[in-house]
């Protein structure tokens, strides 16, 4: 299976971009980049995903490597309520929903 | 809407003993799954369903079973509860889109062994 590879922890200020790195090396040519985030004791929510071009949406923007093999979520204006575990996951459409794993994520810490 | 509802909230068991953990949605997705999550570590997979009455393993289905009797409902059984099994429980449900499939997530039910 496909794998990401993301840093552990990042830190940053209020109201700062924040751009959140994630490697995927292995990514096929059926793998979606998924994005989701962890707000401390709760479940995971959906943040944006995408194939091969730059997605926009309310939260966040994903930044998407021309080779696939890498993506950068993009907080535009990071806030105190954006301090969460961010999992950047790779959804292949073809294979079954077997293939759903997240891995530990990176802990954003957002300073005021 | 009510989203993904999972019941209990909290739960402690004694070695052995067995317990069912309920998860319920009313979006009308068809997929279902049930993750746990290790103090300090990401969601692993446990038991997933594609429809009512099918359901299927994860990646770490063993000690756990489960039943989608109806669309709605997806139950986690664990017959004899064993302190590894001490963890936080997430149940979600998703559509099957072209695009893969966003997953909506419960609050979770924590889960202590002794």
Not at chain 2, 67 to 82: P, Y
Request: aromatic share 10%; net charge neutral.
């Amino acid at each position: 299976d496909a794998k990401t590879t993301q840093p552990n922890s990042m830190e940053s200020n209020e109201e700062e971009p924040v751009h959140l790195p994630c490697n995927h090396s292995t990514i096929s040519g059926t793998d979606y980049i998924h994005w989701y985030r962890q707000l401390p004791s709760q479940g995971p929510e959906y943040v944006i995903h995408g194939l091969t071009s730059n997605v926009n949406n309310r939260m966040a923007s994903l930044a998407i490597a021309e080779d696939r093999k890498s993506s950068t979520l993009i907080l535009h204006r990071a806030t105190l309520r954006d301090a969460a575990v961010y999992y950047c996951i790779l959804r292949d459409v073809v294979a079954n929903a077997g293939k759903s794993t997240f891995g530990d994520g990176t802990t954003l810490t957002v300073k005021p | 809407n009510a989203g993904v509802t999972q019941t209990p909230k909290f739960r402690v068991l004694k070695t052995g003993q067995s317990m069912t953990l309920l998860c319920a949605q009313d979006m009308n997705h068809e997929y279902m799954y049930w993750y746990r999550q290790d103090p300090g570590m990401g969601l692993r997979l446990i038991h997933y369903s594609v429809g009512e009455g099918t359901t299927a393993k994860g990646e770490v289905p063993d000690g756990y079973n489960v039943s989608r009797l109806k669309k709605q409902n997806f139950l986690l059984g664990l017959e004899s509860a064993a302190p590894s099994q001490t963890s936080v429980y997430f149940c979600a449900s998703s559509y099957w889109l072209a695009t893969g499939y966003e997953q909506y997530f419960g609050p979770g039910t924590r889960l202590t062994v002794t």
